[in-house]
Nanobody
């Protein structure tokens, strides 16, 4: 599977953005999907994950209640709805795919997509 993220941009604090990640290939439903982010000078960090059929989600504490991950297997796409954005959410956001629900949040990722820049101004 190959991944292509989109939807990033510049937004004011308190605003919203929705990121999308389109997957090519036939095996999308066999992957756990996730989002990570990397701010300048910082390590890449886990943001959210969604299980194979979308029945389970897991969000990092830093985004819980503000961000929501979801997926549409019919469209081979995973989304990240980001509300109440803060300047500290500024980062390059990456979508990721792996077959193991337990290890993806730890950065064990089989496929990385190209990042999309999100910039939140104060």
């Amino acid at each position: 599977v190959q991944l292509q993220a989109s939807g990033g941009g510049l937004v004011q604090a308190g605003g919203s953005l929705r990121l999308s990640c389109a997957a090519s290939g036939r095996a999308f439903g066999s992957y756990v999907m996730g989002w990570f982010r990397q701010a300048p000078g910082k390590e890449r960090e886990f943001v959210a994950a969604v299980s194979w059929l979308g029945r389970s989600t897991y969000h990092a504490d830093s985004v819980k209640g503000r961000f929501t991950i979801s997926r549409d297997n019919a469209k081979n796409t995973v989304y990240l709805q980001m509300n109440s954005l803060k300047p500290e959410d500024t980062a390059v956001y990456y979508c990721a795919a792996d077959r193991d629900w337990a290890t993806l949040p730890n950065g064990h990722v089989e496929v990385w997509g190209r990042g999309t820049q999100v910039t939140v101004s104060s």
